[in-house]
């Protein structure tokens, strides 16, 4: 039985060896598969695997930075859209440009409806804030409204809200009260 133990131990001792071998080999692959898609640096002398890693975790949370700075930018842009939206509603001529800082007419509401589902905009006032909170109010326990989305964007001094709510079809009545019942909440205001 001596024999067979020690062929035993051998086996393991080589099965490890092995699986350290690919492991080994399993790394040096996504290294270098991580390392190529980084920029290429202007040295012409190679880095160390530590240096090479900080690069790549310092070029990640750089695209992080960017990717936030991006994400702002476009609230700011769909924010302003919204905004320019709203004010050519009442007016003959649309600007181009909106600066937001401007003083407005604030409580604004859009509401569009697609079937069941109403989309609602908002734009208040910081001051305003509460109108947000007495709408989702009256469409949920007021008209049953069920609401499915609920968002608000802050750019300056504005409040950009979106709510999206589901009416029964065959609820007509709540459906009909929507829109005077939402303006009605905000021409309180004015």
Known sequence: MEPSHSNTGQSRSVDRKTVEKNRRMQMKSLYSELISLLPHH?????????????????????????????????????????????NSVGSSS??????????????????????????????TSLEHKFMFCEIIRVLTEELGAEITHAGYSIVDDAVFHTLHCKVEEHDYGARSQIPERLEKIVNSVH
């Open 94 to 123: 649309v600007s181009s440009s909106v600066d937001v800082s401007v003083p407005r007419k604030l409580p604004k509401i859009e509401i569009q409806e697609t079937g069941s589902i109403f989309h609602i905009f908002l734009v």
């Open 42 to 86: 202007s040295s012409t002398e190679p880095l160390t695997l530590p240096d090479q890693l900080d690069e790549a975790a310092n070029y990640i949370k750089k695209l992080q930075v960017n990717v936030e700075k991006k994400r702002e930018r476009k609230r700011n842009l769909v924010a302003t859209t919204t905004l320019e939206k709203l």
